[in-house]
């Protein structure tokens, strides 16, 4: 399914200081029996957000009033585990269009890539300050320009360059998705092919 | 000429184009699908009006989501059932073979491809299944792929990838009795930690990983990804080939000839270089268990818990989390810890070579009355070598009853659940929160060390074996 645009937003974030939070987590297996792509925001970390009797937790970062935003920001080794492509659904789906992390599993996120969710690795420190500001101000608010690979933290004015793929960085400014890509080589597949 | 690693021959053979700045167009040799990460996937193709484009390098299976019990009636749940007809249907509109539930083909999808001589030397394979990498074991470049990324190869047979960083891990040196491959995987992902092999290709390497069989070595590639891999493989020998020979789809006559020529060659060049290396002493591994809420968390089961001493910030904070949700405390003995199930099984240990070790070890003893035991074969042909080379019997005799292929309690997709609190000494993958069940607590082991567990009834190592 192609992709949704991605150039620049500015928006509070949701902090989520938890280290290797798994695939799992994000969507536990129960929830990963739907035949087509819809619902699975509602079950977006299912096991910390609702008790046992189905009612919110209000624990849970998620269900705090105070705290809002379509940026994401997890502890380090964030997606870790199973290669549900649901777990990137249920990010985006919840409203999330960054994820940020000092460190992300491989899978997650070329998932997250291929659904115009965009996965920002900072370094440790960065991390940590983002956590901080966050501490200190629910409502502060964060800039990611994809076009300037940047993520500014707009209550220091301090900005981290992040990396993406050339090819990836392309696909998300403009909506594209591999399987165009790859449909349009079939002449050049059918030729490897040929030659195996 | 370049030196070249085992997965650069492999790699390098199927890149039909690299993508200026960006990833390798990489062709697809072998295809598995199962019910729960395709249904989306062929959404997709009937939306953009494509065909599969090679049914016949396609193979599926439904096992995520099915009961092990009673598999010749209509599964109770509906969604899973929705999900296992719609893999069928999809499968019958395009053509591609499909291993139905009580079909001689039927399995875990990572157990049946290498059993009927799909898995071979030398492929590029995808699964949209992060347990891929269990193929590894036949010098197979495999790895796990979303949802999307199975659009990709059912629309095109490849799919766009960076090439990943090499790394190799070499243990030298003969095995202590009791320890298996399943505990080399444990100690590894221990040293590595989850994220430790993140952006690379394992591979393992040494005299070790030689004298494994095949089914010990899936068991090894199988982990790759716990430490965080893409994948993991090791070089094809005389064991793999052995194994290869007369199954149903590997190359018979000429073709096997030409075939084990080629595969013959597919080994690291003395002077190619590795982006990271690792060395481990055989020696050095004893039976291994998981204490924590991740495959990292392992430690020699004669081990107390680890305390949090020395870690801080966030770091402690998890550490802490993990043990809270346990149960347990820093510090203390994981040995006569309580046990309430066992489950055997799995794409890590589900094979014919896991039930023999734990038959063997429970034989003419009895299961502790305090353990609920599942014992799920990893396959329809598994199922049936056990029946034939008398392990049910033993089984039986000694309080343990067999159940039908599936996942099962892996992942807990099917009514297979530990329940809220409950202990598992589980042979399988990941022992993530809620993995098998909301709120269960899952121990990590062996099916040597699970055989223990399920005779004492509490966390035991296993004697006199």
């Not at chain 1, 777990?87 to 996120?109: E, H, T």
């Not at chain 1, 291929?114 to 629910?138: A, H, M």
């Not at chain 1, 964060?142 to 793929?165: A, K, P, Y």
């Not at chain 2, 149903?248 to 990271?276: H, I, Q, R």
Request: glycine residues 10%; negative net charge.
């Amino acid at each position: 399914m192609p992709i949704d645009k991605f150039v620049k937003i500015t928006s509070p974030a949701v902090p989520l200081p938890i280290e290797n939070v798994d695939t799992d987590q994000i969507i536990p297996a129960r929830f990963l029996k739907a035949v087509e792509r819809k619902g699975f925001g509602e079950n977006l970390f299912r096991d910390w957000r609702y008790l046992d009797n189905n009612e919110p937790n209000p624990e849970f970062v998620m269900n705090k009033a105070e705290f809002s935003g379509s940026i994401l920001v997890g502890g380090k080794n964030f997606g870790s585990g199973s290669s549900r492509e649901h777990a990137a659904w249920a990010i985006y789906d919840a409203g999330f269009k960054v994820v940020v992390s000092s460190f992300f599993a491989d899978i997650f996120k070329g998932n997250a890539l291929n659904n115009g969710l965009l996965p920002v690795q900072v370094t440790p420190e960065f991390l940590d300050e983002i956590f901080e500001t966050i501490d200190k101000n629910n409502k502060a608010e964060f800039t990611v320009d994809l076009e300037n690979q940047t993520f500014t933290n707009n209550t220091s004015g301090n900005s981290f360059e992040f990396e993406i793929n050339p090819y990836k960085k392309t696909c998300l400014l403009n909506g594209y998705d591999d399987i165009d890509y790859l449909v349009n080589m079939k002449d050049e597949i059918e030729a490897f092919e040929q030659n195996k | 000429m370049e030196a070249k690693t085992l997965f650069d021959k492999v790699w390098d053979a199927h890149v039909v184009k690299k993508v200026e700045g960006g990833p390798n167009v990489l062709y697809i040799d072998r295809h598995f699908i199962h019910e729960v990460t395709s249904p989306v996937a062929f959404l997709g193709l009937k939306n953009r009006g494509l065909k599969v484009a090679r049914p016949d390098q396609t193979t599926a299976t439904p096992d995520h989501n099915v009961p092990t019990t009673n598999q010749h009636l209509s599964i109770v749940d509906e969604l899973s059932r929705n999900q296992v007809d719609k893999l069928k249907a999809n499968c019958e509109e395009h053509g591609i073979t499909f291993h139905g539930l009580g079909t001689e083909g039927h399995g875990v999808v990572h157990i049946i491809g290498p059993e009927q001589g799909l898995t071979q030397p030398g492929m590029t394979i995808v699964c949209g299944d992060s347990h891929t990498s269990t193929h590894g074991a036949f010098g197979a470049v495999a790895f796990g792929i979303g949802t999307s990324e199975v659009e990709m190869v059912l629309a095109s047979q490849c799919i766009m990838q960076p090439k990943p960083k090499k790394m190799r891990i070499t243990v030298n040196g003969d095995l202590k009795p009791g320890v298996t491959a399943k505990d080399i995987a444990l100690y590894i992902i221990a040293k590595l930690s989850t994220s430790g092999g993140t952006g690379h290709f394992i591979e393992y390497a040494g005299t070790t990983f030689k004298q494994l069989s095949m089914e010990g070595r899936m068991t090894v590639c199988n982990l790759s990804i716990e430490s965080g891999a893409r994948g993991g493989l090791i070089a094809p020998d005389e064991t793999t080939f052995e194994y290869v020979k007369g199954r149903k789809y590997a190359p018979k006559g000429e073709e096997w000839d030409k075939a084990l020529a080629y595969w013959k060659t597919l080994k690291t060049d003395d002077n190619a270089v590795f982006d990271t290396e690792y060395t481990f002493d055989a020696a050095d591994i004893e039976p291994m268990i998981t204490y924590g809420t991740n495959p990292g968390m392992g430690i020699k089961i004669s081990e107390n818990i680890p305390t949090s001493d020395g870690l801080k910030g966030n770091d402690k904070k998890s550490f802490q989390k993990s043990l809270e949700y346990m149960g347990f405390k820093e510090g203390e003995p994981i040995l006569g810890k309580p046990v309430d199930y066992v489950f055997l099984g799995s794409c890590t240990n589900g094979r014919i070579e896991d039930f023999r070790v734990f038959t063997e070890y429970v034989k003419g003893k009895k299961k502790a009355d305090n353990v609920v035991a599942w014992l799920v074969p990893g396959s329809v042909a598994v199922e049936k070598q056990i029946r034939e080379e008398g392990l049910v019997e033993i089984l039986e005799e000694a309080g343990f009853e067999l159940r039908q292929p599936g996942c099962s309690a892996c992942l807990a997709m099917n009514p297979d659940k530990v329940p809220a609190g409950k202990y598992a000494v589980s042979t399988t993958n990941r022992n993530f929160e809620g993995r098998q069940g909301p709120k269960s607590r899952t121990l990590l082991a062996s099916p040597l060390v699970a055989a223990a567990c399920a005779i004492e009834g509490k966390v035991s190592t296993p004697t006199n074996f």
